[in-house]
């Protein structure tokens, strides 16, 4: 089957499409750098590259004439309050893609939402029946991802046969090196022996190849209109940092940092770490950690048959993956 993934070059991206050429599909990888094919992707299927604005709904429709299925995973990721381009690609974009996939006749598709587009209380449980992120006191992220799928469902209504996937937080191999993923960062910090100190406080990690076989999954057996949470295991970030040095024969974390610490200097933080480019202490990035969800995915896994593998098997492969491209000093453990 020819499927499109827009967001190829992306961390998701790159792990969907390498999951499509596995399984023999031939792939459309959309993205903003033309020509360049996502590093690491394989696979016996054929990739085709093209360079596609996800606004420019008429561009879109070309692109998908003949496509049978379309993964949409363009989002721009900003904790600010008010961010004008994420708004339009996260809400805009999404509708673009939509339309045109419905006027070029593709059968399906399935868009990549977030869990953050849910409301959830302080170690409360998210299942895809709970509220939806709608208060303007919200990041510009969680609203936009909410408002996305308000505009995919329009054009549900309008006949498109579409779906979401609502992934937690993905971290694992294989990422781009050069660039890593904010979750795989911090691990491979770690596993460098430079992180003398950790966060206190769980969160929902989940590997990025299940998520991508999710999607898969979702395109397969997903229903219409419907929502599919994406979830791994609640799992310590200390912990997982301590797992990534002790694998890697670096010395971990041995410092815990209370999140409700960092959430009362975090004011004081935030601004200076902005000006590197840093969102690391915005609010909404400590209130992910410090809210600390219980994630419900048993409709993902009755519906879908999803089910992801242990934390422990993912920080063991990232650990082999880091020092593959040459990112660490030591040799791993295993």
Not at 217 to 242: D, F, I, P, V
């Amino acid at each position: 089957m020819k499927i499109a993934v827009t967001g190829a070059a992306g961390f998701l991206g790159l792990n969907l499409v390498n999951t499509l050429l596995a399984e023999g599909h031939d792939v459309l990888a959309i993205d903003r750098v033309p020509g360049t094919p996502p590093a690491g992707a394989h696979g016996d299927g054929l990739l085709r590259w093209e360079s596609v604005d996800v606004l420019d709904e008429e561009a879109m429709t070309r692109a998908l004439d003949g496509i049978g299925v379309v993964h949409h995973l363009v989002a721009v990721i900003s904790l600010r309050q008010e961010d004008p381009l994420a708004w339009r690609v996260n809400v805009d974009g999404v509708g673009a893609v939509a339309r045109a996939a419905l006027r070029a006749g593709v059968r399906r598709m399935v868009s990549c939402g977030s869990l953050a587009s849910f409301h959830y209380e302080r170690r409360g449980t998210v299942h895809e029946g709970s509220p939806r992120s709608t208060a303007k006191n919200l990041p510009v992220y969680h609203r936009s991802k909410y408002y996305g799928e308000v505009e995919l469902l329009k054009v549900v209504d309008a006949g498109l046969d579409a779906l979401i996937c609502n992934p937690t937080g993905i971290y694992g191999p294989v990422d781009h090196p050069d660039r890593l993923s904010r979750l795989n960062q911090s691990l491979l910090d770690s596993a460098r022996g430079k992180m003398p100190a950790g966060v206190s406080g769980e969160f929902d990690m989940v590997d990025v190849r299940d998520v991508a076989r999710g999607f898969l999954l979702a395109a397969e057996k997903g229903r219409t209109g419907h929502n599919y949470l994406l979830g791994g295991h609640r799992y310590g970030l200390m912990r997982s940092m301590q797992d990534a040095a002790e694998l890697a024969g670096a010395t971990g974390p041995r410092i815990t940092i209370p999140v409700g610490l960092l959430e009362r200097v975090a004011p004081l933080i935030d601004p200076v770490a902005r000006r590197f480019g840093s969102e690391s202490f915005a609010p909404a990035a400590l209130e992910n950690v410090a809210m600390s969800p219980v994630v419900d995915r048993t409709k993902a896994g009755a519906e879908l048959g999803y089910e992801p593998r242990p934390v422990e098997e993912t920080i063991r492969d990232l650990v082999t993956f880091f020092a593959a491209e040459d990112l660490l000093e030591r040799t791993p453990t295993r």
